[in-house]
């Protein structure tokens, strides 16, 4: 678990005042990288750069050549569980998620991928129409996380016939502690990586902390917020949040979003707007993050258990703060 502590941001200036920022678009969505050393930051950028060719061609449910989608044609072809062997980046990807879902009790399922595809999430979300026809009325069945089978060491990966992989709910939070862990390694400074907003910190931070703004919709850091904010610093580990308001699109005028619950086959109930989870690691805050979310009103009590801060809001913006999470600044 990481520390995390309020701060009062100095107007809208990008993380840590003195290290070097740089921030981009890739696979969809907004990275941002910043490093103590502003000598290294080219490299560090470069480095990044690299990590996310390699995930996109790993990881992505939407590139036609990646290895995810690969096997999806495969599965979708077949009449009996598919086996293969993939890359060891895609079986890393695969046994986080595996992972999470068992330290979720299958709240944040791998195999979620086809019902996502079902309700109109096929293709980069930039890329989705915003709004649609009603979706046909059907049993929409997920196989469930124990249906994988995945042997670590030979990077043998069994999935049922027809099963689609979805690794969201994992993969940003793992790959930016795999960069932010790798460049800190490598060029011997601190390191902040952000994709989508899940954050991972590795190396000496800068005095006073990383210094994270945590709201509904990730932004570049002098865009205004949208909706309740606040300003956290954290001195290692990842900070994740997870929102029913950021990808939303409607079918038959029925409101969607990229969260589902695995045993329903339906977007989680939007009892919170958005759930923020400090943790020892991305991967895990983002884990908890997401359960959070489905969980609904029971994941303040769940999140207390584990002793994970966090910050909880509700459609009306009330929010509320879990295990030594600092309340909003008046």
Known sequence: MTDVDTVHPRGDDPPGADPAFAAWRALGMLVQLVVTNPERLD????LLSEDLTELDLACSRFRPDSEVVVLANAARQAKAPVTMTVSPLLAEAVAVSLRAASLTDGDVDPTVGGVLSSL??????GQVAPSGPALPVGVRVIPGWRSIGLDPA?????IPAGVQLDLGATVKGWAADRSAGRIAARLGCGVLVSLGGDTSVAGEPPEGGWRIRVQDLTAMPDEPPRGPSTVVAIRDGGLATSSTAARRWQRGGDVLHHILDPRTGLP???VWRTVSVAAATCADANTAATAAVIRGRQAPAWLASLGLPARLVEPDGTVTYVAGWPPDPA
């Not at 030979?154 to 069994?158: A, D, E, F, V, Y």
């Open 120 to 125: 109109g999430y096929d293709r980069d979300f």
């Open 268 to 270: 989680a109930a939007p």
């Open 154 to 158: 030979t990077g043998r990966l069994t």
């Open 43 to 46: 490299v560090a950028r470069q």
